[in-house]
């Protein structure tokens, strides 16, 4: 059975930084589209970011040039690099991936991982 687990989230001051990163574990061949998305209470989750198994990259609006995905495909694992952080980014954020297994293709999500930011 394959997991993403995810790690890095808490609280931080508004203009400060965190980075989550996910990691794969399990048995599968290969881990295409990876991304990070968000849930607030009280509205639908959505996209943050994210990054083709070739490197290429995605973000929503609010968060260009803030934000930062990556991934490291040796080790299983994709990060995003949060910086000038903001209230409004205060939410729990859940990983995703698209992993090819035993079972073909399986769209994966972690447990999430709560980043509050305070003002």
């Known amino acids: 059975q394959v997991q993403l687990v995810e790690s890095g989230g808490g609280l931080v001051q508004a203009g400060g930084s965190l980075r989550l990163s996910c990691a794969a574990s399990g048995i599968f061949f290969r881990i295409n589209d990876m991304g990070w998305y968000r849930h607030t209470p009280g509205k639908q989750r959505e996209l943050v970011a994210t990054i083709t198994r070739g490197g290429t990259t995605n973000y929503e609006g609010t968060v260009k040039g803030r934000f930062a995905i990556s991934r490291d495909d040796a080790k299983n694992t994709v990060y995003l690099q949060m910086n000038s952080l903001e209230p409004e980014d205060t939410a729990v954020y859940y990983c995703?991936?698209?992993?090819?297994?035993?079972?073909?293709?399986?769209?994966?999500w972690g447990q999430g991982t709560q980043v509050t930011v305070s003002s």
């Open positions: 995703n991936a698209d992993v090819i297994s035993t079972k073909a293709m399986e769209s994966l």
